[in-house]
């Protein structure tokens, strides 16, 4: 199957302009041309983009999709108290086919909102593991400890897990720890050791409110959460961190020295009051700083047009000073830095990378006048100007209308019954 994209605004945030007028070809899975003219061939499907923006899908980098199930489950609460007394009890109603439905609903929010690449943390990851295999799917999916009773230790029970996940050229698997305050020190202890003899990443989330630091740096010689895990040798390999919402000078060098990437997720940080994430200071320290948009339940969407929006001006508050963190850095992290960190070859418009494509309809007022359609993108562009998402050279979306093997009517109602069932 070839396709041509013709008459496209192509971002590139390389090039000094960062946007310029081209074509580009996708052949089967990967994109083969990219000029400003067009290659005379014989194409299957030919696509006037009539000078929209063609950009590469965005890679949310941290999510718990079948979260969307408990979306609003419980809002203006504090995290232990919206987690432990309301989420937890929720979550642990759900049957593997809820997660099944919940995940297939979220694949519909991400592929409307040019999301085209995640990193799941859930459970129950056959269900998860199936759900996104049917959808045509990019994510890189998290195995790891869980405080359910799963009747085998915890060596056997990661490798069952980690056995579950079919790595193909959409699917990745990382060890996911969820946290140090719902993890003891064995069990990060034998994740460290299992992943470092079958060469797998770790992720887990880190430093995300003021009580985790304190409860660590209280129970382990004032450590803080960074110092602890580096101890325990967590940072020896790839390894991207969650929130990292808590950390000072010391706790940021850490992470530098061990090229940690991070996912600041600030929808879920502000509206659970738990901080503003140092960008800045990340950025001074040469950090891979990539965007996620967390679970729904604490969010409440996957938009990563919000997400990129606070991600610049939550920085310019945070110190003061409205220079910093610029539009072209922000796109880079829901982009480049994304898929540098969950280590597949997206995130960017070029030859020879696999064809992430979304387009995104600028013929619009809050695009005019069109002089600098970088900023526009990050300060004014809303998820739904997005009306074309590709996934792996396949159109999943467009025009509101979704191409992943399943009526979205049916996952609506499926979804609909779950949350009614659980919350009885």
């Not at 995104?360 to 300060?379: A, E, F, G, R, W």
Request: charge should be negative; proline fraction near 3%.
């Amino acid at each position: 199957m070839k396709i041509l994209f013709k008459n496209a605004k192509i971002l590139d945030l390389d090039s000094k302009e960062g946007i310029f007028k081209g074509n580009v070809v996708v052949e089967d899975d990967t994109i083969i041309n990219v000029s400003q003219q067009i290659k005379e061939d014989n194409y299957d499907k030919v696509i006037d983009v009539n000078g929209n923006i063609l950009m590469p899908g965005f890679v949310d980098t941290h999510c718990h999709s079948p979260m969307t199930i408990l979306r609003g489950i419980k809002d203006d609460a504090p995290l232990d108290e919206w987690l432990f007394n309301n989420v937890i009890p929720c979550e642990n109603k759900l049957t593997s086919e809820d997660i099944y439905w919940g995940e297939k609903l979220a694949v519909l929010e991400y592929l409307s909102a040019g999301i085209t690449c995640i990193e799941e943390g859930y459970f129950d990851n056959e269900a998860i593991y199936r759900a996104l295999k049917e959808c045509n799917f990019r994510a890189r999916i998290g195995f790891g400890p869980t405080t359910r009773d799963v009747g085998v230790d915890n060596l056997t029970y990661l490798k069952n897990e980690s056995e579950i996940i079919k790595e193909t050229d959409l699917i990745k698997k990382v060890c996911f720890v969820h946290s140090i305050y719902t993890t003891n020190e064995e069990q990060i202890s034998q994740c460290v050791d299992f992943t470092a003899k079958n060469n797998i990443p770790r992720s887990i989330h880190l430093s995300e409110t003021l009580k985790e630091v304190g409860d660590c740096t209280v129970k382990n010689n004032q450590k803080t959460p960074p110092m602890y895990l580096e101890d325990l040798g967590f940072f020896d390999r790839q390894t991207l961190c969650y929130h990292c919402v808590h950390m000072d000078k010391d706790d940021l060098q850490i992470l530098s020295d061990y090229n940690v990437s991070v996912s600041t997720c600030p929808s879920s940080n502000i509206k659970l009051a738990s901080g503003i994430a140092p960008i800045y200071a990340m950025q001074n320290k040469g950090i891979n700083i990539t965007i996620g948009t967390d679970g729904v339940a604490s969010n409440n969407s996957l938009d990563m047009f919000k997400e990129m929006f606070l991600v610049a001006t939550l920085s310019k508050v945070n110190i003061y000073d409205a220079s910093v963190v610029s539009a072209r850095d922000v796109l880079k992290m829901a982009t480049i830095n994304g898929a540098k960190a969950l280590g597949f070859n997206v995130g960017e418009i070029k030859v020879g990378k696999k064809a992430d494509i979304i387009l995104v309809d600028i013929n619009k007022p809050h695009y005019y006048p069109q002089t600098n359609l970088l900023s526009h993108l990050v300060y004014a562009g809303k998820s739904s100007d997005v009306y074309l998402t590709m996934v792996n050279g396949k159109i999943l979306y467009e025009n509101g209308e979704f191409f992943i093997g399943e009526d979205k009517e049916t996952i609506y109602k499926k979804v609909n019954e779950i949350r009614e069932r659980i919350t009885k």
